[in-house]
């Protein structure tokens, strides 16, 4: 059985709110946190964003556009490999790592859709992305802000929204 402890935020800016983020799960302990909207630079280093008993993953929106960008912050007790995809998957941006939980492997990833991406495009890529990590792992998680309203989505988003919840 697999027990571990995850948390998502969607921090628009980590570097604006860090006090308030920092004395939150500081209190609040989660095994792994995933950030997204980390609105982190490569100028910014791991020690500036760090959290006390966190080792920090981090992909930072590197195209000169302001926002985006995910983090993972775990806890310092877990081993983990940083996940590399060869392929390029369009219309978000994501992490990947592999954690060993009381002898089981979990992909664990955060993942962040703009709101002004392609919903149908973001959807076709993630479950592709979806169905070349599954074979190397025996679970998956996967945290983030995906940006789509269920409530006024088209029935063709549903429908691959539905689709991509069976994997």
């Known amino acids: 059985m697999i027990l571990f402890s995850l948390s998502h935020i969607n921090a628009r800016s980590i570097i604006s709110g860090l006090d308030i983020f920092r004395d939150y799960f500081s209190t609040n302990s989660y095994d792994v946190i995933g950030v997204t909207e980390t ?14 008993g966190y080792a920090l993953v981090r992909l930072d ?4 556009r302001r926002g985006g960008g995910v983090a993972l912050y775990i806890k310092n007790k877990f081993a983990y490999t940083r996940l590399t995809v060869t392929k390029v998957y369009a219309g978000f941006e994501y992490l990947l790592v592999r954690i060993t939980v009381n002898g089981i492997g979990v992909t664990v990833g955060v993942v962040y859709r703009p709101p002004s991406s392609d919903t149908t495009l973001f959807i076709e890529s993630f479950e592709n992305l979806l169905s070349d ?5 025996d679970e998956i998680v996967i945290l983030g802000d995906f940006n789509i309203n269920l409530f006024t989505c088209s029935s063709t988003t549903l429908s691959y929204i539905q689709r991509f919840l069976q994997l």
Request: charged content about 30%.
């Open 133 to 137: 990590i599954i074979v190397d792992t």
């Open 61 to 64: 929106r590197d195209d000169g």
């Open 39 to 52: 609105w982190l630079t490569p100028g910014v280093v791991d020690e500036a964003v760090a959290l006390d």
